[in-house]
């Protein structure tokens, strides 16, 4: 295994300068930067055909808990956290101490080390507010704010500042012995919609790339080396719409998907048909680009089909083999409002099974693959 591990991360600099963004100055290897040492793990990951099982806000709340230390409602269902968790920005853009959920900054910087250590990983969304009159994601009549970001000066230098802090956090995520710890980022995901400021009906092709490459440049200027850039559109019918906005193969690192499932039994069929065409676009899109794929977004609210995790779940992945798959967050508030297990819910048994298959991984698995 040892030898495995230094081939993979000698190879690293190889394998991200062959149309990869990963950022990278060198290929000297003695500055393997961690963005370029995490893709050579879901390199590794991905060959191996394995699919790591993700949760947003894992550790930080649960279905009736918030707050406390040590706890994780995936952990207590199955033994172990997940591979990968997900985090919102949305609230750094502003200087706020915490995110649109209540989690701060802080805590969510100390959970991100903790996962590391325990080999695990961390991705994260931003639901960033618009930097025209600091409204949420969700008010999106104003088709005209990613126009502004691009051409406004005053818009460009709030949009500036605002992806400033947002750089400032990934540079302050750390390790005790003080490298940077590699994370997944996902800005401007579900472009295909029409629910945020940066959709399909509120901005053009050429601007959403646009801001892609705003969005990368003021990274690059703060010297943020450890972020991975995952490219995610909700639903789309074809590989064509899904590559319509793409900003090109030097901004992006993962070619993810964000795909729901809505109305129980239902809704199923029409949920796996929706996959098989998006997951199944980032799939082909991420081989032809040497990229790599990965179910960026999924769940079933409530998870009202009992048996939701091996029946519907797990032959979609089995199918596509993405290197992760993360459901969004168990919120406290919301009693209906959850997308993974708890320990007591009618698909508890149901989701001990997907964690004993052998094709998904939690944090203990993925610490294996170095
Ligand atoms: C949405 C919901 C909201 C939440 C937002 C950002 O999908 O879960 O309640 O505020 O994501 O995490």
Same mark, same amino acid.
């Given at each position: ?6 081939? @993979?991360?000698?190879?690293?600099? /190889? ?22 040492? $995490? ?9 191996? &055909? ?24 995936? @952990?207590? =269902? ?6 990968? $968790? #997900?985090?919102?920005?949305? &609230? ?10 209540? =989690? ?7 959970? %991100?080390?903790?996962?590391?250590? +325990?080999?695990? $990983? #961390? ?24 126009? +502004? ?43 295909? &919609? ?18 892609? /490459?705003?969005?990368?440049?003021? $990274? ?24 319509? +906005?793409?900003?090109? #193969? ?16 239902? &809704? ?6 929706? =996959? ?16 790599? /794929? ?5 769940? @079933? ?21 993405? =290197? ?36 998904? @991984?939690?944090?203990?698995? %993925?610490?294996?693959?170095?």
């Amino acid at each position: 295994m040892k030898q495995i591990i230094i081939a @993979l991360v000698a190879f690293a600099p /190889a394998m991200v300068s062959c149309g990869s963004s990963a950022s990278s100055s060198t290929s000297d290897a003695d500055t393997i930067t961690a963005a370029q040492t $995490m893709r050579a793990r879901l390199d590794s990951i991905a060959a191996a &055909g394995k699919v790591m099982f993700g949760h947003d806000d894992d550790p930080v709340y649960g279905h009736s808990w918030v707050g406390d230390r040590g706890r994780s409602d995936v @952990l207590e =269902v199955a033994g172990d956290y997940p591979a990968i $968790m #997900n985090w919102d920005l949305g &609230g750094i853009e502003k200087g706020d101490a915490a995110n649109l959920d209540s =989690v701060s900054f802080e805590r969510m910087r100390e959970e %991100v080390i903790a996962q590391d250590a +325990r080999g695990g $990983m #961390n991705a994260f969304s931003w639901h960033s507010v618009n930097p025209v009159d600091g409204r949420d994601s969700w008010a999106c009549e104003d088709t005209t704010i990613v126009s +502004r970001i691009i051409a406004d000066p005053q818009v460009a230098a709030a949009f500036d500042q605002q992806v400033r802090r947002v750089a400032a956090f990934f540079k302050s995520l750390t390790r005790p012995d003080g490298t940077r710890i590699g994370v997944v980022f996902r800005p401007w995901h579900e472009h295909t &919609g029409a629910w945020f400021w940066w959709g399909s009906r509120q901005c053009s092709v050429d601007d959403y790339r646009k801001l892609w /490459a705003k969005t990368r440049r003021i $990274m690059d200027e703060e010297g943020v080396d450890n972020i991975l850039w995952a490219y995610s559109p909700d639903r789309v019918v074809s590989d064509e719409e899904y590559m319509e +906005r793409y900003p090109g #193969n030097e901004f992006v690192d993962i070619m993810g998907a964000d795909v729901y499932a809505y109305g129980a039994e239902k &809704g199923i069929e029409s949920y796996r048909n929706a =996959v098989d065409a998006t997951l199944g676009a980032a799939t082909r899109m991420a081989a032809e680009n040497g990229k790599i /794929a990965a179910f960026s977004e999924t769940g @079933l609210e409530g998870v009202t089909v009992p048996t939701w995790w091996i029946d519907v779940l797990l032959p979609v992945i089995e199918k596509w083999r993405p =290197v992760y798959v993360i459901t969004w967050r168990n919120a406290h508030d919301k009693p209906g409002h959850f997308f993974g297990p708890y320990p007591g819910h009618d698909s508890a048994d149901n989701f001990k099974a997907f964690y004993a298959d052998s094709t998904t @991984l939690f944090a203990k698995d %993925v610490a294996r693959f170095k």
